[in-house]
């Protein structure tokens, strides 16, 4: 089943509760947190007290996503706020097949992603132990972006080699995604959709989920 994430880093944080309920009602499993520190992504987001405070509101899937140097220092405490899936970035740590496992052992859904510019094949080692492998299809920092094109190679890769190696991380792509092309992401092969700004915007929240699903499903 194809699922949307979306991001709050384009919701109205002074509302959020009433957001979340809006995602929820219109039938949404997911949500994805960014985490920005200023140094690995040119923009600072919220960290791990923020999330504890989510999970007081919400019981939808925390999908969070570092963008973080050295993620490896923070696992725990993601744990302990509530993430149910952390995604690191392959560019921001050094041990990262410790990493991946440091978060299984915390409970959570290992994940794993690279910027637009790496190479995916990059992730070979790991993806035997990887739950999930994400696709940045924008440089990450900033919502709103336009879609990167290689991106969509990268995903029939990750579908490819899941198959022939009988691997089982779930295929993510964040950035860009909107109505106009998320059905030919979905075909490259991506499972679970980050969305901010076609999610967030001045429009329903509602009417911009569905007609998101309604190209997918
Ligand atoms: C970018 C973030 C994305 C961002 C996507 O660094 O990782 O999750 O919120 O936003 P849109 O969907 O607007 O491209
Ligand atoms: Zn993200």
């Known amino acids: 089943m194809k699922e949307l994430s979306p991001s709050i880093l384009s919701a109205e944080l002074s509302n959020i509760k009433q957001q979340l309920e809006q995602v929820k009602a219109a039938g949404i499993k997911y949500l994805h947190i960014d985490v920005m520190d200023g140094l690995f992504v ?3 987001t919220i960290g791990q007290p923020y999330i504890k405070s989510l999970r007081k509101l919400s019981d939808l899937i925390f999908d969070v996503h570092l963008m973080i140097e050295k993620p490896e220092r923070y696992i725990e405490s993601f744990a302990e706020a509530g993430a149910d899936i952390l995604t690191i970035h392959y560019e921001a740590c050094t041990h990262l097949d410790r990493a991946l496992h440091q978060i299984k052992d915390n409970g959570m859904k290992a994940g794993v992603t690279i910027n637009p510019s790496t190479p995916i094949n990059i992730l070979s080692e790991v993806l035997p132990i990887a739950d999930l492998v994400l696709v940045m299809s924008v440089n990450p920092g ?36 909107k109505t106009s092309n998320i059905e030919k992401i979905s075909n490259a092969g991506a499972e679970l959709f980050v969305a901010g700004s076609a999610v967030f915007n001045d429009k329903d929240i509602k009417e911009n ?8 499903r």
């Open 42 to 44: 040119p923009n600072i």
């Open 142 to 177: 900033f919502g709103g972006q336009s879609f990167i094109e290689n991106s969509v190679s990268k995903l029939e890769w990750l579908k490819e080699v899941r198959q022939k190696e009988n691997y089982n991380y779930i295929i993510e792509v964040d950035g860009g995604v």
């Open 209 to 216: 989920i569905d007609g998101l699903y309604k190209k997918i």
